[in-house]
């Protein structure tokens, strides 16, 4: 279940990225057995040997990964990290304004994995 009102405090933003980026798919069973690992790319919490990977795709040419999404028990949804300066590596995408989380994008998420909105108190 989701607060209603954490809803209102989110935003949402897409960015574009002007130059077409080189990704390491570690979806792709290929990928994964020339780097080594398995699923734990994608539901690791610890920092260390995910950056250690980061690096060994940096040190290979590639400007990110793409990877499951750990909160989508279905395996389905996809993740996007790009290798850059933080917070938004302002020179390399070009950002929409921030817009909130409208009534539409909030159902389909709550359809797609089960969840419930609920009403901001009176």
């Known amino acids: 279940m989701i607060p209603n009102q954490l809803l209102r405090r989110k935003r949402i933003s897409r960015a574009t990225a ?15 057995g020339q780097f080594g690992f398995g699923q734990e790319m994608s539901a690791n919490l610890e920092y260390e040997p995910t950056q250690r990977w980061a690096k060994a795709f940096y040190a290979n040419g590639f400007d990110g990964i793409w990877y499951s999404a750990r909160h989508d028990p279905t395996g389905m949804s996809r993740s996007l990290a790009v290798f850059g300066r933080s917070p938004s590596d302002l020179d390399r995408f070009s950002w929409e304004p921030p817009l909130l989380i409208d009534e539409a994008i909030a159902h389909e998420v709550a359809e797609t994995f089960g969840l419930e909105v609920l009403p901001t108190p009176s």
């Not at 002007?18 to 994964?32: E, G, I, M, Q, R």
């Open 18 to 32: 002007p130059d077409k980026l080189h990704l390491a798919n570690v979806t792709d069973s290929h990928v994964v």
